[in-house]
């Protein structure tokens, strides 16, 4: 109970002490690993607090204290990272966030030291980052459209190609997989498939724009319906010129073309 009161005045410190004392206070094994992975979450918000103000000393003992309480609590993972990297320390931030990329898949993970290498113009270390982070990626699919986006930006056409495609099975029909399989086969020289992808976004985006407005409360719909479903109107939906005009139909295959999600 006391927890609660010192958790809405965020004396984190207090918390985790209080937490600390709980655990030791519990033998159930399953309630004792439930109130730990708690106690990783308050280390956190007591780390947050303290970085904050500017206050290192300790810091990253405390850090290394939360992960031993979760390992799985990615969070601290991040931070540890963060915190190597703002002591001049990359090359640790690199491995932390590593192994923290290869257990959990998160993509922030990918994105940090990617920020590393471009710091310094090291394209290549760039390129094997994302080329390593495939033998993971069925964890998290998305990781292949992004990872196929970057490897597509340094010049690697061939593997953007191969990359992006895994993801059909995940993202066939998506305006992000259209859109990375797009560039990539526009960059590739595959110009007739790009064609066929610019076609079919054009045609998907003209069946979602709205051609029908209420005229009791002017609510749009794609296709034609007997009553309007927002104010209950029988007969009411009538279709709308208007509307076609504000879609502006002239830009739909250019907006693929250019770049742009449609």
């Known amino acids: 109970e006391s927890n609660k009161i010192l958790i809405q005045l965020k004396e984190w410190k207090l918390v985790v002490e209080n937490q600390k004392r709980l655990i030791a206070l519990t033998y159930e094994s399953e309630e004792k690993h439930k109130e730990s992975k708690e106690l990783a979450r308050y280390v956190y918000e007591a780390i947050l607090l303290q970085w904050s103000r500017d ?3 300790d810091l990253e003992h405390l850090i290394k204290e939360g992960i031993s309480y979760d390992e799985t609590f990615m969070p601290l993972h991040l931070i540890l990272g963060e915190y190597y990297e703002r ?32 710091s310094t113009n090291d394209t290549e270390k760039v390129y094997a980052l994302y080329y390593d982070a495939l033998g ?3 964890k998290n699919p998305i990781i292949y459209l992004i990872a196929g986006k970057v490897v597509m930006e340094l010049g690697k056409q061939g593997l953007a190609v191969r990359t ?8 066939h029909g998506t305006k992000a997989y259209n859109l990375a399989l797009f560039e990539t086969y526009r ?4 110009i007739a498939e790009a ?14 724009i709205p051609k029908y407005r209420c005229t009791a409360c002017s ?3 794609d296709e034609w319906q007997v009553r309007c479903t927002s104010c209950n109107s029988l007969d009411t939906l009538r279709f709308s010129t208007s509307l076609l005009s504000e879609s502006s139909p002239e830009s739909l295959p250019q907006a693929t073309l250019s770049g742009e999600v449609i």
Do not use: C, P
């Open 164 to 171: 992006i495609e895994k993801t059909k099975r995940h993202f």
């Open 187 to 190: 960059n590739s020289g595959k």
């Open 136 to 138: 993971y990626a069925d």
């Open 55 to 57: 206050e290192m000393n």
């Open 87 to 118: 002591n001049g320390k990359g090359k640790k931030a690199l491995k932390v966030w590593w192994r923290a990329y290869v257990e959990s898949a998160q993509v922030i993970f990918l994105k940090k030291m990617e920020e590393i290498h471009r």
């Open 219 to 221: 609510a749009t719909y």
């Open 195 to 208: 064609e066929e992808i610019s076609l079919n976004a054009a045609k998907e985006a003209w069946n979602n």
